[in-house]
C-alpha cells in the first residue's frame, strides 16, 4: 500500500493565487522530503529538499520566496506555491526517505494547472 | 555536477518481445543506481542495485549494474502491453546541500498489442 500520501492530486487555481500541497509519510517518520517537478515528456527534477524542523535546501534556479516549503512534522511536509502564474502548471511529485535510507517512495503527485 | 543518462528515449516493440534499457551515470560518490516505472501518476520503484554484477529480478524484469562501465540494463520479457510506460533510471546525489535523485530523461516504452 501507498507509504507516501500527496494532496491534492490535482487543483485548478487563477493566476495570482497561491496553492498548498501536502505531502505525508504514512508508516514511517520522515526527517528529511523531497519535492520534485516534472514537465509533459520531461524527467522528474529536484526541486528542494525538505527537513523536518530546520529550512529546506533549495536547487540551483528555484526560488525559495516562491516556492514555500514547511517540514513541521516528522510526516508531513507542505508546498506552497504563491502567487501561481501559468509557468509554473506543472506536476509535482514529494518524496519522502526513511532516515538513513535512500528515497524510495514517492506520492501520487499533484497536477497542478494555473489558468 | 551529476549526471544520469538513459537510452533509448522511446521505444516501440511488439507484445512478446524483449527489451533492453540502458542507463549510463557519471556521479561523484556513487551509492546506488534505481529503477523506477512510471504510469500515469509518480514512479513505483522497481530495483535498487548497488552491486556490480548481481542480477537483480523480479518476474519478467531484472536488472544489472556494471559498475566498470558505469551503467546499468534494465531486461523485460515477453513484454505485455501492461509494461508499457516511462522507465526511469536515478542515482542519489549530495550536492550543494541537498540530497536528492538525479533522473534520467527516462525511456518511454510502448508495447503493441
Known amino acids: 500500500g501507498a507509504v507516501v500520501s500527496q494532496h491534492p492530486s490535482w487543483v485548478i487555481c487563477k493566476s495570482g493565487t497561491s496553492v498548498k500541497i501536502e505531502c505525508r509519510s504514512l508508516d514511517f517518520q520522515a526527517t528529511t522530503m523531497f519535492w520534485y517537478r516534472q514537465f509533459p515528456k520531461q524527467s522528474l527534477m529536484l526541486m528542494a529538499t525538505?527537513?523536518?524542523?530546520?529550512?529546506?535546501?533549495?536547487e540551483q534556479g528555484v526560488e525559495k520566496d516562491k516556492f514555500l516549503i514547511n517540514h513541521a512534522s516528522l510526516t508531513l511536509s507542505t508546498l506552497t506555491v504563491t502567487s501561481a502564474h501559468p509557468e509554473d502548471s506543472s506536476f509535482y511529485i514529494c518524496?519522502?526517505?526513511?532516515?538513513?535510507?535512500?528515497?524510495?517512495?514517492f506520492g501520487n503527485g499533484t497536477r497542478l494547472t494555473v489558468t | 555536477e551529476d549526471k544520469v543518462v538513459q537510452s533509448p528515449l522511446s521505444l516501440v516493440v511488439h507484445e512478446g518481445d524483449t527489451v533492453t534499457l540502458n542507463c549510463s551515470y557519471e556521479v561523484t560518490n556513487f551509492r546506488s543506481l534505481l529503477w523506477y516505472k512510471q504510469e500515469k501518476k509518480a514512479p513505483t520503484f522497481l530495483f535498487m542495485l548497488t552491486s556490480s554484477g548481481i542480477e537483480k529480478k523480479s518476474g519478467r524484469l531484472s536488472s544489472i549494474l556494471d559498475k566498470k562501465e558505469l551503467s546499468s540494463i534494465l531486461n523485460i520479457t515477453a513484454t505485455q502491453t501492461g509494461d508499457s510506460a516511462i522507465y526511469l533510471c536515478?542515482?542519489?546525489?549530495?550536492?550543494?546541500?541537498?540530497?536528492?535523485?538525479?533522473f534520467g530523461k527516462g525511456t518511454h516504452l510502448i508495447i503493441q498489442p
Open positions: 536515478a542515482v542519489p546525489y549530495s550536492g550543494g546541500g541537498a540530497d536528492g535523485l538525479t
Open positions: 518524496s519522502a526517505r526513511r532516515q538513513g535510507g535512500t528515497p524510495l517512495h
Open positions: 525538505s527537513n523536518e524542523g530546520s529550512k529546506a535546501t533549495y
